[in-house]
């Protein structure tokens, strides 16, 4: 019986430690996840299930930023970071990625779906580095040549500028990484960029400026909207109702996230009554104890911070961070499939702006000595400067993409030429009194403000101006920040010649020589490069004065100088001994880039002069451009047979470079802006950079070809112009409405044949006029383009569909979009100044 007992007990044991292992089970088995927590819910549902379980602080603490890089995580109920890294064309922030080219080039090779390709590649990329969202696409609009950041952004045109915006966003968040269309709105200026207010009239905002934003929202479902620096109409864009809460998320339905520019928050209540959610970068100046402190005094409604967070939570959501916070990240990064894309895309934006007696493509079979020159001809121009630097692992300039496609048949022969930098003037050639005394250098005088004012807190002699005092500051007695300097003195010229005197500052100089100003840049900037030509004779002794403030950040000061190049003989004479000759010339991230404008149209340094030297000597020479904006090419033009704009065609642009000159490619870029004669021809002029922090738009609705061509402004390069190394024929023309469905379409087609003896591709362009309007509009209007590919011989028939929109204009009295009934003239061509064909159609309203 002991023994019975004794099973009986073991056998309950057993059973209630099997019920007690059942109930655990079932227990753990239906323990409910929160909400917000559940991947199967609706992202909306989510959002709100976790912003209810949020305490008013934390919801504060999520509107700024934590660092430069990144939004703020909560532990408590397990809200990731958010992180963001620069674009628009490459993964920035000192990553090693691939550099695509920038996007000039992107709309120069009207191809959206090439750039919807490179926006893949893109995504990966910002994948494989562990980012969330990349910052761009750039879309501000071409308004002036002269934009230090235009290299980044597309176009003078809304409407090609609008159709590469779309395919860009579209191709990175296909990756599931989010963009950050930027900047909303009106930055098309880096001339005091922070500050600066534009005043425009409504109906040129919204037919110049705001159509990019409107289809990238609309089209393209970007993640973030950022918000600029700038001022519109008295107001920041980052606090402007108008443009936040009645365009964007009003009128447009913007359902993403508004994140401000890196220090563009001013103020607390009104920029967070305005429709901005997140404060960048983090610690927020504005968004943090002083929200929250505004919100507990009643000038920010609770309501108003709910509305942000769900924004903020819903990207958090949509990036599918909440599942895989640490390990989602798979991509590639510099892959031979990428830098394939990023020479193909190079490839098509490359254009033939002219092209006298075939000089190019070069003939392989019967070059024997080619001759590279030029100051860009290495090392390779990747893009321009600011933060949409990209460092490529290996990139390729012209001079090693020549030498590679040549090989061991043709000898390349190189020199620079010239050079289009400026290094600092050697002491040697300065000299000032001091304390009684000839003495090698400059007087310094340094004050403990950023406007020269008052006694100077520090004097001194200073043998060159060449400081790169990076955060600190010039000496113990000056501050890091704020500061201003004086340095003045005589300069002897060497020898006599044609010099550039230059300055390289962060932030504002001014440059006097004989007490004349020569060089005004009196405002916050990075240190680009301004230059000014000088006719000097040996011996001659000159004035000079260098006027210099540091507002935050890096400090540093350059006074230079390039001396008149002895190469160019012998850069003649180099050109003069080979069969061919290629001059590499342009710009670089020294001269345009972000945080200043250029002042002038001119190539810098002597590279007009190289120029003209080496097509004296050899009438079989092409000049290749690698720059971001147009260029004065006046002195030169009528000597030189042959053209390419090149822009900056990315880390394989040399290799692109070099299969367009030898025909490997043919080339098939079309100019997204007007190359102007002159710098006065562009209408902006009149009313750039500002006066007294404003600037004024008064050019309205003309901007570009929209002005050129109304106005009869001859061009020196029409937009939508590009040559090819074949010919191209329009035919046929036909103008169908549907008008079965609720919207009007009106399909235009016609045929494009290749009448020449090489495959090649052609963009038609569809541009519209209104013949007889209520208000004065453009001779034409971009509305439709499509690119080509064609064998010899070979015919394709395009058919491009337009709507109602397509014909119409804003009307300010009737606050909206409106199409006048009548005549509607259809023009199809190769440029905005080569029509080829026309065509009316009759709207009679809908």
């Given at each position: 019986m002991k023994s019975a007992n004794n099973c009986i007990t073991i056998l309950a044991g057993m059973v209630a430690c099997l019920l007690g292992m059942t109930a655990t089970m079932t227990t753990a088995e239906t323990t409910e996840v929160a909400p917000y927590q559940n991947p199967k819910l609706p992202i909306s549902q989510r959002v709100e299930d976790l912003l209810g379980r949020m305490t008013l602080e934390e919801k504060i603490s999520i509107v700024s930023g934590k660092a430069g890089d990144a939004t703020r995580d909560i532990e408590r109920l397990g809200i990731p970071s958010l992180r963001v890294t620069d674009g628009p064309h490459g993964v920035g922030w000192g990553v090693k990625s691939?550099?695509?080219?920038?996007?000039?080039?992107?709309?120069?090779?009207?191809?959206?779906?090439?750039?919807?390709?490179?926006?893949?590649?893109?995504?990966?990329?910002?994948?494989?580095?562990?980012?969330?969202?990349?910052?761009?696409?750039?879309?501000?609009?071409?308004?002036?040549?002269?934009?230090?950041?235009?290299?980044?952004?597309?176009?003078?045109?809304?409407?090609?500028?609008?159709?590469?915006?779309?395919?860009?966003?579209?191709?990175?968040?296909?990756?599931?990484?989010?963009?950050?269309?930027?900047?909303?709105?009106?930055?098309?200026?880096?001339?005091?960029?922070?500050?600066?207010?534009?005043?425009?009239?409504?109906?040129?905002?919204?037919?110049?400026?705001?159509?990019?934003?409107?289809?990238?929202?609309?089209?393209?479902?970007?993640?973030?909207?950022?918000?600029?620096?700038?001022?519109?109409?008295?107001?920041?864009?980052?606090?402007?109702?108008?443009?936040?809460?009645?365009?964007?998320?009003?009128?447009?339905?913007?359902?993403?996230?508004?994140?401000?520019?890196?220090?563009?928050?001013?103020?607390?209540?009104?920029?967070?009554?305005?429709?901005?959610?997140?404060?960048?970068?983090?610690?927020?100046?504005?968004?943090?104890?002083?929200?929250?402190?505004?919100?507990?005094?009643?000038?920010?409604?609770?309501?108003?911070?709910?509305?942000?967070?769900?924004?903020?939570?819903?990207?958090?959501?949509?990036?599918?961070?909440?599942?895989?916070?640490?390990?989602?990240?798979?991509?590639?990064?510099?892959?031979?499939?990428?830098?394939?894309?990023?020479?193909?895309?190079?490839?098509?934006?490359?254009?033939?702006?002219?092209?006298?007696?075939?000089?190019?493509?070069?003939?392989?079979?019967?070059?024997?000595?080619?001759?590279?020159?030029?100051?860009?001809?290495?090392?390779?121009?990747?893009?321009?400067?600011?933060?949409?630097?990209?460092?490529?692992?290996?990139?390729?300039?012209?001079l090693q993409g020549l030498r590679t496609r040549a090989g061991s048949n043709i000898e390349i022969r190189y020199i620079e030429g010239c050079s289009m930098s400026v290094s600092a003037v050697p002491a040697d050639a300065l000299f000032c009194e001091f304390q009684g005394k000839t003495v090698p250098g400059l007087v310094g005088e340094y004050f403990t403000n950023k406007d020269l004012e008052g006694t100077p807190t520090l004097v001194r002699v200073d043998s060159q101006v060449n400081f790169e005092w990076g955060d600190g500051s010039p000496a113990a007695e000056i501050p890091c920040d704020n500061f201003s300097a004086r340095w003045t003195g005589k300069l002897r010229a060497p020898r006599t010649g044609s010099y550039n005197i230059g300055v390289v500052c962060d932030d504002g100089v001014r440059l006097y020589i004989n007490d004349q100003l020569v060089i005004d840049q009196w405002v916050n900037q990075a240190g680009i490069t301004h230059t000014v030509p000088m006719e000097m004779k040996e011996g001659d002794v000159y004035n000079i004065r260098m006027e210099y403030f540091e507002y935050l950040g890096a400090a540093s000061a350059q006074l230079g100088w390039s001396l008149p190049d002895s190469t160019h003989d012998e850069a003649a004479a180099l050109a003069a001994g080979c069969d061919a000759a290629i001059v590499v010339v342009g710009l670089s991230p020294k001269f345009e880039g972000e945080g200043v404008d250029r002042n002038t149209l001119a190539l810098p340094g002597n590279q007009n002069k190289l120029i003209q030297a080496v097509a004296a000597a050899n009438p079989r020479t092409a000049v290749v451009l690698i720059n971001g904006t147009p260029i004065d090419m006046q002195a030169w033009i009528d000597q030189v047979p042959a053209i390419v704009e090149a822009w900056y065609p990315g880390e394989m642009g040399g290799d692109a470079v070099a299969r367009v000159l030898f025909g490997d490619v043919n080339p098939s870029g079309k100019l997204p802006d007007t190359f102007a004669k002159k710098l006065e021809d562009y209408p902006s002029q009149a009313n750039f950079p500002g006066h007294n922090g404003v600037v004024r738009y008064e050019e309205g609705i003309w901007v570009g070809y929209r002005f050129f061509d109304t106005k009869n402004v001859e061009p020196l390069f029409p937009f939508g112009h590009g040559l090819s190394y074949t010919t191209f024929e329009y035919d046929n023309l036909r103008i169908e409405p549907d008008t079965s469905g609720n919207r009007l379409k009106i399909n235009v087609t016609f045929d494009v044949r290749n009448t020449g003896t090489r495959a090649g591709a052609e963009v038609a362009q569809l541009y519209v006029h209104d013949v007889q309007s209520a208000v004065e509009r453009p001779t034409r209007e971009l509305k439709g383009f499509r690119k080509v590919r064609l064998q010899p011989g070979e015919m394709a028939t395009i058919t491009l569909t337009l709507d109602t929109d397509s014909l119409s204009y804003y009307d300010i009295n009737r606050k909206r979009w409106f199409a006048e009934p009548g005549e509607f003239e259809f023009q199809i061509g190769s440029s905005s100044r080569d029509i080829r064909l026309r065509g009316v159609y009759v709207f009679e309203g809908r």
């Open positions: 691939t550099a695509f080219p920038t996007a000039v080039s992107m709309a120069s090779s009207w191809n959206p779906d090439l750039v919807e390709a490179v926006g893949v590649a893109l995504g990966d990329e910002t994948r494989a580095f562990g980012r969330h969202v990349l910052l761009g696409p750039c879309i501000n609009i071409h308004r002036t040549p002269l934009g230090g950041r235009n290299f980044e952004s597309f176009s003078e045109d809304p409407y090609l500028a609008a159709r590469m915006a779309v395919a860009y966003v579209k191709g990175v968040q296909s990756r599931n990484i989010g963009t950050s269309v930027k900047h909303y709105a009106l930055n098309n200026q880096e001339w005091e960029r922070l500050t600066i207010s534009v005043e425009i009239d409504e109906r040129a905002l919204r037919e110049i400026y705001l159509p990019a934003f409107h289809a990238a929202v609309t089209e393209a479902d970007p993640w973030t909207v950022m918000g600029a620096y700038n001022k519109v109409r008295g107001k920041w864009c980052c606090e402007n109702t108008y443009l936040l809460d009645d365009i964007l998320k009003g009128e447009w339905g913007f359902k993403g996230l508004v994140v401000s520019d890196w220090g563009a928050v001013h103020s607390t209540v009104s920029f967070a009554q305005a429709g901005l959610d997140l404060e960048m970068p983090g610690p927020g100046a504005y968004f943090g104890d002083k929200l929250l402190q505004a919100v507990k005094d009643g000038e920010v409604s609770e309501r108003i911070i709910d509305e942000k967070v769900r924004r903020i939570l819903g990207i958090l959501f949509r990036a599918g961070l909440f599942e895989q916070p640490d390990n989602r990240f798979t991509g590639a990064v510099n892959t031979p499939e990428h830098k394939n894309l990023a020479r193909r895309l190079a490839e098509e934006a490359i254009v033939l702006l002219k092209n006298e007696n075939n000089v190019l493509p070069l003939d392989a079979a019967a070059i024997k000595t080619l001759a590279v020159i030029g100051p860009n001809a290495e090392p390779a121009r990747v893009g321009g400067g600011g933060s949409s630097t990209v460092a490529p692992a290996n990139p390729v300039g012209v």
